[in-house]
C-alpha cells in the first residue's frame, strides 16, 4: 500500500502543468508593469506566498499543540499507574 501511495504522489508531482489562474485584471497589471519595468510583480508573488503560509502555520501550530497535549494525557495516565 505504501508503495502504490509513494508512486502516486510521485506521478502527481511530476504530471504538474503550467495554467494560468488569475483574474484578467491581475494578469494585465503585472504584465505592463513588468515592461516598465516595475517590481509590482514581485510584491505580488511575496503577498500570494504570505497569504498562502499563514493558514499552514496555523495548521502546524494546533497540530504541535494537540500533539502536546495527548502526549501530556499519555504521560499522566502512564505515572498514575
Known sequence: ????????TLVL???SVDVSA????????VES?????????E???AGILYLMGIPYALLIGMGIILFR???????????ES
Open 13 to 15: 508531482a511530476f504530471a
Open 33 to 41: 508593469n513588468l515592461k516598465t519595468g516595475s517590481e509590482l510583480a
Open 1 to 8: 500500500m505504501m508503495k502504490k501511495l509513494f508512486f502516486l
Open 69 to 79: 497535549r495527548l502526549n501530556q494525557n499519555t504521560v499522566e495516565s502512564e505515572s
Open 22 to 29: 488569475q483574474c484578467s485584471m491581475c494578469s494585465a497589471v
Open 43 to 45: 510584491g505580488l508573488n
